[in-house]
Nanobody
Framework: QVRVVESGGGLAQPGGSLELSCVVF???????????MAWYRQAPGKEREFVAD???????SYADSTKGRFTISRDNIQHTTSLQMNSLTPDDTATYYC???????????????WGQGTLVTVSS
């Protein structure tokens, strides 16, 4: 069974920074490939929205609201992705979810997996 686990959330002041991390791991077997890894977020009372993603060959894309402030990266060996968030504002307050698309494990493929989320609160 494949798991997705986020970490790094917490409280930050406006203008501050936080880094989120996500690891995809399997309880038995080996992960051979993950196509796209992404971050989404959901603020209270709002729908989940795209934050950033990165493909297996390193192509990145960002939401307009995070471009220039957030940086996504990944490690294809460790099957991790990180999200460096700078110049945070209260509008960035949300639960952040890690998403892994097309995870290949042995002969199987998991189309899409989500983590449980990590809460980011930006407040003075």
């Amino acid at each position: 069974q494949v798991r997705v686990v986020e970490s790094g959330g917490g409280l930050a002041q406006p203008g501050g920074s936080l880094e989120l991390s996500c690891v995809v791991f399997v309880l038995s077997g080996n992960i051979q490939y993950i196509n796209t890894m992404a971050w989404y977020r959901q603020a209270p009372g709002k729908e989940r929205e795209f934050v950033a993603d990165i493909t297996g060959d390193g192509r990145m894309s960002y939401a307009d609201s995070t471009k220039g402030r957030f940086t996504i990266s990944r490690d294809n060996i460790q099957h991790t992705t990180s999200l460096q968030m700078n110049s945070l504002t209260p509008d960035d307050t949300a639960t952040y979810y890690c998403n892994a698309v097309s995870v290949v494990v042995g002969e199987g493929r998991y189309p899409e997996l989500w983590g449980q989320g990590t809460l980011v609160t930006v407040s003075s």
